[in-house]
């Protein structure tokens, strides 16, 4: 994927988290001003699940990766009750598949 592809991917995903972006300036949902940037969701797991996962509260119930040996990728299947997949991506990592997963299916709301 590239470069400006997961920049809009994580301009998005701060928008459906909750970040807001006044004048050029970034806010976190709570409204205090970010002076040392916003996460970068494709590439910061840590960030996928301190932010992103939270808000999918209602939507699924589990996350499952799965890596492929022979191509180095990433499977991330998003899933509900009875573990049926609402949405599944593939990339280069956990967390860009996390993000594709998480905007397919926000797309599809």
């Known amino acids: 994927m590239e470069k400006a592809d997961q920049v809009r991917l994580n301009h998005e995903l701060l928008i459906w988290v909750g970040f807001t972006l006044t004048n050029g300036v970034w806010s976190y949902p709570d409204g205090v001003t970010v002076d040392n940037g916003v996460p970068y969701f494709p590439e ?17 119930n589990c996350i499952r990766f799965l890596q492929d ?3 180095p990728t990433w ?6 009750r009875p573990r049926n997949t609402v ?3 593939t990339a280069e990592t ?7 997963a998480i905007q397919k299916l926000i797309r599809s709301k």
Do not use: R, Y
Not at 44 to 60: I, N, R, S, Y
Not at 94 to 100: F, G, R
């Open 44 to 60: 910061d797991e840590t960030a996928c699940f301190k932010w992103l996962v939270p808000k999918l509260k209602g939507e699924t």
């Open 94 to 100: 956990p967390a860009l598949a996390l993000c594709l």
């Open 75 to 80: 499977d991330c299947h998003l899933m509900d």
């Open 87 to 89: 949405s599944a991506e």
């Open 69 to 71: 040996d022979e191509i």
